[in-house]
């Protein structure tokens, strides 16, 4: 079972800005073809429609996306 996402308040507006879609979070989250982690960090990367996108979160008692955005 997936734990609860939330978004920082940065992650949000960039969602809002650039329309994507949160599903494409959380497919990332739950399936990455990728994961480094630093720390309490995690960089985890998953291609989705032809991009590659990079979630990066924090993880406690739930995951915190704290940004993401496409890469080449």
């Known amino acids: 079972m ?3 996402i939330c978004y920082t308040y940065h992650a949000f507006k960039r969602i ?3 329309k994507l ?3 494409w979070i959380e497919e990332t989250i ?3 073809d ?3 982690r630093q720390e309490s960090k995690y960089f ?3 291609k989705l429609n032809g ?3 990079k979630v990066v ?3 406690t008692r739930y995951i915190k996306v704290i940004t993401f955005y496409f890469i080449k």
């Open 44 to 46: 985890i990367i998953k």
């Open 16 to 18: 809002n800005k650039r």
């Open 34 to 36: 990728l994961i480094k």
């Open 51 to 53: 991009k590659t996108l």
């Open 57 to 59: 979160y924090e993880k």
């Open 21 to 23: 879609i949160k599903v």
């Open 2 to 4: 997936l734990m609860e």
């Open 30 to 32: 739950k399936s990455p």
